[in-house]
């Protein structure tokens, strides 16, 4: 009975050391960037842990996977695993972050669903939580209250969700207390807590703010200085405003709207020596954006608003120029994006490369591409190893088949062989024992003298009772007869003594090779066993390599769809920008024949 009842016991034991074996190198692969193998190990988990499903839940979250995502958290969320509830705190990481993800593929009402499920206290989570919860309700989010400085400190979020205060505040046209905001920020900011494992895993794999915090930091920083300059616009208090943006970086991720706002301080400031510089620049530094298309018209109308007619006019013309490069450059962004560029991007153009970085509809299908592409190229090493473990199933089969159809019909026919013969010698063997002086049991040539010795023996010992019968005395010649027969035994019982031990050894022999024989047949036979296994995991591996290359198939097609949404984008956008071009070079000859009338009429007044 107390067997019994310790069973379960044990292979339940047995079972959770086998999922935490699975879950650790499950682990190891996570932190190799193998997301694909990673899930591999948790698939043979027998009964995973609810940490090696949240795991799996993570890397599902990885690939891009959020129907399968959201299909194992419910599971996590309703179901008791081999090791309990899943703790709170970890259920929470994993509803946050993936109410977060929901967000971020435009799905607001699924974000909403699952942050409803977090239950307090959140602790570390607060500022992640806040911050998100803003997100949902943007724009209409709580009042700001002065005790997120204390509850979110030393967390992240707490600039972010700060930032989000004073957006809000100055939506609703009070620059002022924003300013007051963003300084009490300026002097709370704090270093950045490193995240736990979960929340890496849980976050977006491309996240600029897990990538690098010194990063982080610089671009945070200058943020917060482009956006108090906004503010100070907003306020029009425009030397102030010129005076934070003339310090601002250069090589910051941030310059280029930071230039573009500080070309329009200098507009109003009507400092047109530092404008024209500043437009020079925009042009230089960002051939392919906007500002510096509309940078190259504003050259020539600065000119003309200071009178400087002819250099104004110059200016247009270089301009009319400037736009039909751009107009033509635009026309070559026809070609479209292939997939080798992508894996690739030192090959792509550099007006792919930029429009990839600058729109977000088009980096979140790159980011997409690239983690079908990743999953591809790890689904083509499964289907190697899968190929490879068939050719050697296959292998052992041929050999197995090889082995039943020559060697065990020799083996047969030799242990048929072998059987007659030592038959064959246990009957010899058996006769001799029954037989006296059997003649068998002599050595070699002392058969044939046993046999004239035997005879001679027969006819002396007839004799002899011939001549008794005549009444004669023999008495002396049937014991020299009787000596005679006595040399004889002894020296038939010296011969067959060792005959009889050369039989036994022959019979010993004979044996040890029908025991060998059958040992080998006992094996081959083994193989027939064998073979239906192997021939099952022929099946079973030729059923998967199926299935994958099904999957391989399903993600070739889903890498091209992709494909063909990032190029319908692209051309989508290269319309847009030719429009935009359109319509600055239309403004630019307006301009010029405006000017050119001007210089005419000035021309005429003059004669």
Sequence with gaps: MTLLLSAPSAQATESLLQTEKQYRLAAWHFFRDDDYQALLHLSLAPEPAAKARLL?????????????????????????????????????????????????????????????KLS??????????????????????????????????GQAELPYVVINHILALRQQQKSAQALQ???????????PTTMSFWQQLFREPSSVTGSDDRVERDALADYLLLLKAGLLVDEKRWAEAQQVLRGFASNSVLTLPAMTLYRDVLIENRQIPVLLAVLQQLITRYP????????????????????????????????????????TANAGYRVPVTAEQLANPDTLTPWQFYQLRQQSALYQLNRQFDAVAQLQQQQQQRLARLAHLTDVVQSKLEQQQQLLT???????????GLQAQSAALAETIRQAQTEPMAQLLWLNDAEQAFNQQQHMLTRASSRLQQLAADG???????????????????????????RSYQLAQLQQQLTAELQQIDSGIQRLAALEGKTTRLLAQQQQLTQSMANEQGFSVLLAEQQQQLLRSLNQALQQQRLAEREQLMALQRLNTQAIARLMEQVLLSTEEAN
């Design 406 to 416: 020559q060697a065990l019909p020799r083996l047969t026919a030799k242990q048929q």
């Design 472 to 498: 004669r005395d023999m008495t002396a010649e049937n014991a020299r007869l009787q000596r005679l027969k006595g040399l004889l035994t002894w020296h038939y019982q010296q011969n067959s003594a060792e």
């Design 288 to 327: 392919l954006a906007p500002a510096s298309w509309l940078a190259a018209h504003q050259i020539g109308m600065q000119l003309e608003l200071t009178f400087e007619q002819q250099q104004a006019l110059a200016a247009y013309r270089w301009a009319e120029q400037y736009y039909q490069r751009q107009l």
């Design 56 to 116: 799996q839940a993570g890397l599902f979250l990885q690939l891009d996977m959020p129907a399968a995502t959201a299909a194992l958290l419910e599971q996590l969320l309703a179901e008791q695993t081999v090791s309990g509830a899943l703790p709170q705190e970890l259920r929470n990481v994993a509803l946050l972050q993936f109410s977060q993800y929901q967000f971020e593929q435009q799905q607001p009402e699924q974000a909403r669903f699952y942050f409803a």
């Design 120 to 153: 307090a206290p959140l602790l570390q989570l607060t500022g992640q939580a806040t911050l998100l919860q803003q997100m949902l309700t943007w724009p209409n989010i709580a009042s700001f209250d002065d005790k997120v400085f204390q509850q979110l400190a």
């Design 181 to 191: 905001l963003l300084a009490r920020l300026n002097t709370a900011l704090s270093k």
